[in-house]
């Protein structure tokens, strides 16, 4: 399969989750007790649930929402960058912005996410008796994944540039 073709069907397939994404949190917004479910699963005992209102449900929910706002932003750079990719367009200008976009995103991401699970469990135990407030700090092997391969990608992008630069000098020589 030639690079062209495999950037096109790269580039239809990262369109599933820029649709799905936003449609999974609309539904959550929408019924915010499946967003329950999923949170009391991930956090476990830290809470007690029965003090968790409504209101910090649909802060959590938003402030969720945003970090996904992030990969989505990197996703749109990295479909236009296999949109590129897929016109034959390796050494440009544009493509290697795409590219360092893309990295930007994951590295910004997983940072947020590191602090997301903090924030998230103040926010639920806003309500909890004195002295049972929690302040959980998760440092995951996913986060750590995500912002080596955020810097992986900024190399490429580095890469990119450098050959770049070495295809404009070696057109300028001949």
Avoid at 18 to 37: A, E
Avoid at 97 to 123: E, M, P, W
Avoid at 126 to 148: A, D, E, F
Avoid at 164 to 172: C, G, H, M, P
Wanted: with cysteine.
């Amino acid at each position: 399969m030639s690079i062209e073709k495999l950037s096109r069907s790269l580039n239809v397939l990262f369109l599933i989750p820029l649709i799905g994404l936003p449609c999974m949190w609309v539904y959550f917004f929408i019924d915010i007790s499946v967003f329950k479910s999923i949170v009391e699963a991930k956090m476990g005992n830290l809470i007690i649930w029965n003090t968790v209102e409504l209101w910090q449900l649909y802060l959590l929910c938003l402030m969720l929402f945003l970090n996904c706002l992030i990969l989505l932003w990197g996703l749109v750079n990295l479909r236009m960058s296999f949109r590129a990719f897929a016109k034959s367009e390796v050494f440009v200008d544009s493509n290697i912005y795409y590219i360092k976009q893309f990295s930007l995103s994951l590295v910004v991401f997983s940072i947020i996410n590191t602090f997301s699970y903090s924030i998230a469990s103040v926010l639920l135990s806003v309500n909890h008796p004195p002295g049972q407030k929690v302040l959980s700090i998760q440092i995951n092997s996913t986060s750590i994944g995500v912002l080596l391969i955020g810097l992986v990608f900024w190399l490429i992008a580095k890469i990119l540039l450098k050959a770049r630069d070495l295809e404009l000098d070696n057109n300028a020589i001949v």
